[in-house]
């Protein structure tokens, strides 16, 4: 199974990122700083470095997005309204052909498999083209 990939994953490296901008902008090394004259270029590393970082994140969740369509031809999104076990939540992200989900009153996240959870209708965006697991995913009416 790979790295988990969610909007809030890729957000937080984001604003990191502008965090560490503003302390760049204002030019006063942060007090750890031992070399005076070297702070500046280790920030603007790290900040292209945690920019890097999101753009990775947001492009696995993508990938994984296409995956899952063309394999189980379904049509993910994070946010979309999921039942696990009976239990309503929604999609808080991806991880390969796994969906990262947050059920409705819980703090932790899960990581489950496409066929083990109940879509609302019109995520079904047809057969893909391998149909060979179609069976395993149901989509409400």
Same mark, same amino acid.
């Given at each position: ?5 969610? !909007?809030?994953? +890729? #957000? +937080?490296?984001? @604003?990191? +990122?502008? #965090?560490?901008?503003? @302390?760049?902008?204002?030019?006063? !090394? ?5 070399? %005076? ?11 292209? #470095? ?9 492009q696995?969740? #993508? ?5 899952i369509?063309?394999?189980? /031809? ?11 076990? /009976?239990? %309503? ?30 879509? !609302? %209708?019109?995520?079904?965006?047809? %057969? ?14």
């Amino acid at each position: 199974m790979g790295s988990i990939a969610t !909007p809030a994953i +890729a #957000e +937080a490296k984001e @604003a990191e +990122a502008r #965090e560490l901008t503003t @302390a760049v902008s204002f030019g006063a !090394p942060p007090i750890v700083v031992t070399d %005076p004259h070297g702070w500046r270029w280790d920030l603007l590393d790290r900040i292209e #470095e945690l920019r890097e970082d999101a753009t990775c994140t947001r492009q696995q969740m #993508e990938n994984s997005r296409d995956h899952i369509r063309n394999y189980y /031809g379904l049509d993910l999104k994070a946010g979309l309204h999921i039942t696990y076990d /009976g239990r %309503p939540g929604a999609i808080a992200g991806f991880c390969g052909q796994y969906v990262v989900i947050q059920l409705d009153g819980d703090k932790d996240t899960l990581v489950v498999h496409t066929g083990s959870l109940e879509y !609302p %209708p019109g995520v079904r965006v047809g %057969p893909g083209p391998d149909e060979r697991f179609a069976h395993l995913v149901e989509v409400g009416n």
